[in-house]
């Protein structure tokens, strides 16, 4: 039979105190004093008897469960647990703990994730899942509930976010290939139902057009996903075209991975005959082969922003900046190189013939 659970009261008795002290020295802030022998004598107590505050007592003494909601879209994604570390490091130095939910990015598993965190009571909400028309947002944003967006935004200007500069990362993507003397350069685009798929394939017309290369429309395809499948798909589809492109920038790196499968079916060598360009970053980016050269999104630095912002505003924190937005940077690696013509190299022609 488990013994029974210790309760302040204990801590009293062996501490000879009273439990209003037992509760001042565990729990006190700056404004308690205490004599230092009293406090000692009191944490020895509770050290031997191995007493653990209650967590529920406390959080009716603080009108607060001290934890923070988390919804991700796919946490299978790579681009997200280095944003979650991030996020739960700065939450714990903050005394909040993390609760994780996947939501498979469908909106009922969404709101009901939603529905079970505001039952736990959990003090506020970090957002990560990728749609823009979102009425749950709506829901909370009505009600005032507390919640930060991550890596994505929403209609409504007020909302807290943290963000990256999404249309720079891609214009410096552009500029990279243009300089190497690539003018038909293709997009794979995430969906465009997302703040990120759209933005990044905004920023590419308009480095398209910055720089002068080919404009054709037939050059931007849209991935049905954020995954390797996706980017199979779709760049099969601009591989085909008669007059094919000489790079591909992707909506991010599992998109690009996708791509890298779809060069080799058609028989293309990257970067010889293709340069492959991908977004965030992820931990396997330098490790396939060749290395992938891709924008650089400071995930963990997104999560911890997050959190710090969300838990600013639970302690009624004036926030100066509501909207914060990351820089991202281009990270050359071995999947990119000069325009084959400028090396002397035949083109390829498209191929027809497709490997399952």
Request: proline share 7%; hydrophobic share 45%.
């Given at each position: 039979?488990?013994?029974?659970?210790?309760?302040?009261?204990?801590?009293?008795?062996?501490?000879?105190?009273?439990?209003?002290?037992?509760?001042?020295?565990?729990?006190?802030?700056?404004?308690?004093?205490?004599?230092?022998?009293?406090?000692?004598?009191?944490?020895?107590?509770?050290?031997?008897?191995?007493?653990?505050?209650?967590?529920?007592?406390?959080?009716?003494?603080?009108?607060?469960?001290?934890?923070?909601?988390?919804?991700?879209?796919?946490?299978?994604?790579?681009?997200?647990?280095?944003?979650?570390?991030?996020?739960?490091?700065?939450?714990?130095?903050?005394?909040?703990?993390?609760?994780?939910?996947?939501?498979?990015?469908?909106?009922?598993?969404?709101?009901?994730?939603?529905?079970?965190?505001?039952?736990?009571?959990?003090?506020?909400?970090l957002i990560a899942s990728s749609r823009m028309a979102?009425?749950?947002?709506?829901?909370?944003?009505?009600?005032?509930f507390p919640f930060v967006l991550v890596n994505r935004g929403a209609r409504g200007s007020d909302d807290l976010a943290v963000l990256v500069d999404n249309e720079a990362g891609i214009a410096e993507a552009v500029a990279h290939l243009a300089s190497l003397g690539h003018q038909r350069v293709a997009h794979l685009a995430g969906p465009q139902t997302t703040t990120t798929g759209l933005e990044r394939a905004a920023g590419f017309?308009?480095?398209?057009?910055?720089?002068?290369?080919?404009?054709?429309p037939a050059l931007v395809v849209e991935a049905g996903a954020f995954d390797e499948g996706a980017g199979l798909r779709a760049a099969r589809a601009v591989l085909a075209l008669e007059r094919r492109p000489t790079a591909i920038v992707a909506a991010n790196d599992l998109i690009a991975i996708g791509a890298l499968r779809a060069a080799r079916e058609a028989g293309l060598r990257v970067p010889h005959d293709l340069s492959l360009v991908g977004f965030n970053d992820i931990p396997d980016?330098?490790?396939?082969?060749?290395?992938?050269?891709?924008?650089?999104?400071?995930?963990?630095?997104?999560?911890?922003?997050?959190?710090?912002?969300?838990?600013?505003?639970l302690?009624?924190?004036?926030?100066?900046?509501?909207?914060?937005?990351?820089?991202?940077?281009?990270?050359?690696?071995?999947?990119?190189?000069?325009?084959?013509?400028?090396r002397g190299a035949t083109v390829p022609p498209a191929r027809a013939r497709r490997i399952a």
């Open positions: 039979m488990a013994p029974a659970r210790r309760t302040i009261h204990d801590v009293a008795r062996a501490a000879h105190v009273h439990p209003s002290t037992v509760s001042r020295a565990l729990n006190g802030g700056p404004g308690v004093t205490l004599r230092p022998e009293t406090r000692a004598r009191v944490l020895a107590a509770a050290s031997r008897l191995a007493y653990r505050p209650s967590g529920v007592a406390r959080s009716l003494r603080l009108r607060r469960t001290l934890t923070l909601g988390m919804l991700v879209p796919d946490i299978a994604n790579p681009f997200f647990p280095r944003v979650i570390k991030g996020a739960e490091e700065a939450a714990r130095e903050r005394g909040y703990s993390l609760v994780l939910c996947d939501t498979a990015d469908l909106p009922e598993r969404e709101a009901e994730y939603l529905r079970v965190l505001r039952e736990r009571e959990v003090d506020g909400l979102d009425a749950t947002i709506a829901a909370l944003r009505a009600e005032g017309r308009a480095a398209v057009r910055a720089h002068g290369l080919d404009p054709d980016a330098e490790l396939i082969e060749p290395p992938l050269t891709t924008v650089r999104v400071p995930q963990e630095e997104m999560g911890a922003r997050a959190a710090a912002l969300l838990v600013a505003r302690a009624g924190e004036a926030i100066a900046v509501p909207r914060i937005v990351l820089a991202a940077r281009l990270v050359v690696r071995g999947s990119t190189a000069r325009h084959p013509a400028e």
